[in-house]
């Protein structure tokens, strides 16, 4: 597989549908995780004998760029008879059958949970089966979710949770992932707004922020916006960091992204530490109503074609 093929492989799913520029997103795929792991992963992904929830949280863990919903359409294509594609418009059709234990935040996407997403979606499979419909495998089923089902869900107002759960009550491996939840949807929310968006960058001496979106301007430099996100505990790292990253001449605003509680926290502790003009904050619930809608309109626009890939 050349760098070509890989392009051909990935730009083509309906899971890419959200870039316009899908050479870009496959290049910063390969740059991210470096080509030859990429090919050997995802290998190990398709082909591995290790089960599925093995291989499925291997993936997720080690791989930059490609979540869930790019995955499982990757297995779907291969094995559909064995999987479905796991992504927020399944779970929306899963929610109006009264399928109980769906996912609400990325972290929930697990191999287990996968594994029993696909055992619901062969249930569907063999209910359309007895109904007559003939060879009838999962992606036969995605098919049909899309065409038939998912219509049903706007029209009885079924939407997907853009709400977090107090972050001041959850602890540990959850407290951690919903904190590269927010820090992974700022880092798309920038890159659909057509910045240069990357996450965990030493932005200064001793500064190493949590999102970073640069808009080059000519021959001039750039234009940097800074984002750190509080999830819950003291803030005193966080006020230092974007104290920090104000002192690169290119940073025109840092952004401290947290709860409605941390923000007032965060005000009222940075006064006179950081400069109040630059320094904005954004509330977790915004940024979670501001990606999910981004992406939508942004799947909406390029069904237009407006602009094709070769221009791109």
Known sequence: MTGDDFYEYISKL???LIWGNKKYIVDKIIADNGFERVKKLLAELLFGRKPIEERWGCFLKDVKGLGPATISELLSYMYP????IFNKNTILCFTYFGIEGMPKY???YTGKKYVEVCGHAKEISRFMQKSGLP????LAVDYFL???ILPLTEKNNIIGDAELPDMEAVSGKEYKSLHDEIKEKLVVIGRLLGFESNSEIKIATGAKVDA???AKIGNMGKAIYVFEVQSKGAIDSLIL???KAQSNPAVQAVVAVADEVQIEKIK???KGVIDEKALRTWDFKDVVVVHDSLVRAHESINTLALVPDSFC
């Open 14 to 16: 309906w899971s890419m």
């Open 81 to 84: 008879d064995e999987y479905i």
């Open 106 to 108: 990325n972290y929930q």
């Open 135 to 138: 060879d009838t495998n999962l």
């Open 146 to 148: 899309w065409d038939e």
């Open 212 to 214: 970073v979106w640069e």
């Open 241 to 243: 960091n974007l104290k």
């Open 268 to 270: 009222a502790e940075s």
